[in-house]
């Protein structure tokens, strides 16, 4: 089974940068993963998706990123970056990292990583 385990919260003026990165690992060294994305929960809010990314790179944004962030990866480290400039303090929630992932003939979707904080101060 694949985990993934997100990193790259944090604390940060409004127009500042932060990036997040999301390792995937698992015991088995035959796994493959498909498509990663990230998504984000503010408070009271329901979790959006933030931005996805295919295996071979092709990208999507939320309309409220777009030209702010960058969602990149990288195979060989079976990992997910987001770059995030340009940070308002309505960027604030915790984020979270999901992946499909392709193990022994098994295509498994939507697996969650844990949360990252991201808290932008105005």
């Known amino acids: 089974q694949v985990q993934l385990v997100a990193s790259g919260g944090g604390l940060v003026r409004s127009g500042g940068s932060l990036t997040l990165s999301c390792a995937a690992t698992?015991?088995?060294?035959?796994?493959?993963?498909?498509?990663m994305r990230w998504y984000r929960q503010a408070p009271g809010k329901q979790r959006e998706l933030v931005a996805d990314i295919t295996r071979g790179g092709n990208t999507n944004y939320a309309n409220s990123v777009k030209g702010r962030f960058t969602i990149s990866r990288d195979n060989a480290k079976n990992t997910v970056y987001l770059q995030m400039n340009s940070l308002k303090p309505e960027d604030t929630a915790v984020y979270y990292c999901?992946?499909?992932?392709?193990?022994?003939?098994?295509?498994?979707?939507?697996?969650w990583g844990q949360g990252t904080q991201v808290t932008v101060s105005s």
């Open positions: 698992a015991y088995s060294s035959s796994f493959s993963i498909n498509a």
């Open positions: 999901n992946a499909d992932y392709r193990n022994q003939g098994l295509t498994v979707t939507g697996v």
